[in-house]
């Protein structure tokens, strides 16, 4: 639809009818282009400048529009190449190959020209505002202009995890011949993509995001991604763990707005009553609750635009007459159940104790250790039903939300400041994160002066603020009492090391392992799997970090998936 013919005068109902400023469409044109751009767009350099608030409202909300074409991929990508999921039998031969590393260029989720579009079109917008217009004593664009050069920043980040070097596009390509000419230029790599987007990103941590109310009854703000979160994971991909953890530091630290982890938890219903039948949570994972921090928002319908069908691909519904195509694997299973689970129990004398619930004869095996994975999964067979085109095996991933396709969300976020605190040379304050969460009573009792006065302003928390009545450790998201829990400690070498430092040396990558346990169990499903274990591997320059656990989806080893993972070529998604 051209832009020209466009009514502006009112909020059309769906985010499918806001087209970007720039309408064009993207494509393959041979095996040597990433994209290629209707020549019909060089029009609108000359009529359309960006010139008007309403000009920029419609071009920023094209924008998430061209998102919601690569949100679901945002999932799939990440979640399949792990080792928490597998397909089904009912899988299409695409997520199938996604699953075994067999992706070629016609594999409909491998399409770069769909990240490229949305590039293309946040570059066209950024050359063509006028950041620096000032009304009535501020800057009429500045919130636009932070909030499009965050989704360009985040996109290229995706594309580089998917990919692994990409051509870096930083001006609007407005004929064919300049895409193709802009597509031959040397690929960058993931570090490279990050070190560019850190200095550009840099200048606008202070500006405030958008402010568009509601629309279709969603709160937009959350469209918007928190600059110093993304910043933070920029650094994290590229090394720069100390940046890295002051980037998320401020940003959950905030005063004007911090972010707590909160003390929702899974737990035993019946614990104090020792039976340990049925479990419970009290978190959930919507759009619309205080745990998300961003999402890119979907249509209702397939009338509308673009639907996620994330919720159709875990889960039994009727649209997918109730064959989910990806299902937990047995690895899942077996690392929710390392963890122990502890609770305190009153005596009536009023003493406590601190006890660990069974891991035998419950019943329901998907109860043991962790409970994160039990209280969010659930699979019923409800017999055989003859001549039923409908499956009677149904599974119900409740992580999934149809308004939305969650990119930030707040324990992931801490656990992220974790990592980068760890590797930042501070596994004391990393494990607090885990065991405690990070408060001025935590810092004083569990990190020790040499680690406090060394990790300085980034594990800094206002008192005031920050407690245990919002706080706590992200373990105890499901695992009880992670903060009485003697069996959940910081790891300690059996003798006493030469140095302080062989001692922090010694625990940084065995606390990692914990870390990426941790993300495991707290992110599983969402789409972070993959790119947690490709992350570290990467730090570590181990091919086994994340080929081992991978090839172990079904409980046992799959020597043919390790041979294929030991290839670091073999991580990445082939450009066309």
Same mark, same amino acid.
């Given at each position: 639809m051209n832009t020209k013919i466009m009514n502006k005068s009112k909020w059309l109902i769906s985010l499918s009818s806001i087209i970007c400023t720039l309408s064009f469409s993207m494509m393959f044109a041979s095996c040597s282009d990433l994209m290629e751009t209707d020549s019909e767009l060089v029009e609108f350099e000359e009529d359309h400048q960006?010139?008007?608030?309403?000009?920029?409202?419609?071009?920023?909300?094209?924008? *998430?529009? +061209?998102?919601?074409?690569?949100? /679901? @991929?945002? $999932?799939?990508?990440? %979640?399949?190449?792990?080792?928490?999921?597998?397909?089904?039998?009912?899988?299409?031969?695409?997520?199938?190959?996604?699953?075994?590393?067999?992706?070629?260029?016609?594999?409909?989720?491998?399409?770069?020209?769909?990240?490229?579009?949305?590039?293309?079109?946040?570059?066209?917008?950024?050359?063509? *505002?006028? +950041?620096?217009?000032?009304?009535? /004593? @501020?800057? $009429?664009?500045?919130? %636009?202009?932070?909030?499009?050069?965050?989704?360009?920043?985040?996109?290229?980040?995706q594309l580089a995890q998917i990919y692994g070097q990409v051509p870096l596009v930083t001006e609007p390509l407005l004929t064919e011949i300049a895409s193709q000419e802009a597509m031959k230029q040397t690929p960058q790599d993931i570090t490279a993509i990050c070190n560019y987007f850190i200095d550009d990103l840099k200048p606008y941590v202070d500006t405030k995001q958008p402010t568009y109310g509601n629309i279709n009854s969603l709160n937009s703000q959350k469209f918007f991604i928190p600059v110093r979160a993304l910043l933070g994971d920029l650094c994290l991909w590229a090394g720069r763990y100390q940046e890295a953890a002051q980037y998320y530091h401020d940003f959950l630290a905030l005063r004007t707005s911090p972010v707590y982890t909160n003390v929702n938890h899974a737990y035993w219903d019946d614990a104090t009553k020792k039976e340990f039948r049925d479990a419970r949570n009290n978190f959930k994972f919507g759009v619309d609750d205080a745990e998300c921090l961003c999402y890119i928002p979907m249509e209702s319908s397939d009338f509308y635009g673009i639907r996620s069908e994330i919720n159709d691909i875990f889960n039994s519904t009727d649209l997918n007459l109730k064959y989910a195509r990806v299902e937990p694997t047995k690895r899942m299973e077996q690392l929710s159940s390392i963890p122990d689970y502890c609770y305190l129990s009153t005596n009536q004398d009023g003493s406590v104790d601190t006890l660990y619930a069974p891991k035998n004869n419950l019943?329901?095996?998907?109860?043991?250790?962790?409970?994160?994975?039990?209280?969010?999964?659930?699979?019923?067979?409800?017999?055989?039903?003859?001549?039923?085109?409908?499956?009677?095996?149904?599974?119900?991933?409740?992580?999934?939300?149809?308004?939305?396709?969650?990119?930030?969300?707040?324990?992931?976020?801490?656990?992220?400041?974790?990592?980068?605190l760890n590797r930042a040379g501070f596994p004391q304050s990393a494990f607090a994160v885990l065991k405690y969460g990070l408060y001025p009573t935590i810092v004083a009792t569990n990190v020790d002066a040499t680690e406090r006065e060394a990790a300085g302003s980034l594990i800094e928390f206002d008192q005031t603020l920050f407690s245990a009545s919002n706080t706590q450790g992200v373990h105890s998201r499901g695992s009880g009492r992670a903060d009485c829990d003697t069996l959940y400690a910081l790891p300690q070498p059996a003798a006493p090391l030469a140095t302080y430092a062989d001692s922090v040396s010694?625990?940084?990558?065995?606390?990692?392992?914990?870390?990426?346990?941790?993300?495991?169990?707290?992110?599983?499903?969402?789409?972070?799997?993959?790119?947690?274990?490709?992350?570290?591997?990467?730090?570590?320059?181990?091919?086994?970090?994340?080929?081992?656990?991978?090839?172990?989806?079904?409980?046992?080893?799959?020597?043919?998936?390790?041979?294929l993972l030991m290839d670091i070529h073999n991580w990445f998604l082939p450009l066309p």
């Open positions: 960006l010139q008007s608030p309403t000009d920029s409202v419609y071009s920023v909300m094209g924008i *998430i529009y +061209k998102l919601q074409t690569i949100a /679901d @991929r945002t $999932v799939l990508l990440g %979640e399949l190449r792990g080792d928490l999921t597998t397909t089904t039998a009912s899988a299409s031969k695409d997520l199938k190959a996604i699953a075994r590393f067999e992706i070629d260029t016609d594999n409909a989720y491998n399409r770069v020209s769909d990240y490229y579009a949305v590039i293309n079109n946040c570059n066209y917008f950024l050359a063509n *505002i006028d +950041k620096d217009l000032v009304k009535h /004593d @501020r800057k $009429v664009f500045e919130s %636009e202009y932070a909030a499009v050069k965050a989704y360009r920043a985040w996109t290229y980040l019943e329901k095996n998907k109860y043991i250790g962790d409970l994160r994975f039990g209280t969010t999964y659930e699979y019923k067979n409800s017999g055989t039903k003859r001549f039923s085109r409908i499956s009677n095996e149904t599974q119900t991933i409740d992580k999934f939300n149809s308004s939305g396709v969650t990119i930030y969300r707040t324990n992931i976020v801490y656990l992220r400041y974790a990592e980068a010694y625990q940084i990558p065995l606390v990692e392992d914990m870390i990426v346990s941790e993300m495991a169990l707290e992110g599983a499903f969402e789409g972070y799997r993959y790119y947690d274990l490709l992350r570290v591997a990467l730090r570590r320059n181990d091919p086994a970090y994340l080929a081992d656990p991978i090839c172990r989806r079904s409980g046992e080893a799959d020597e043919s998936l390790r041979s």
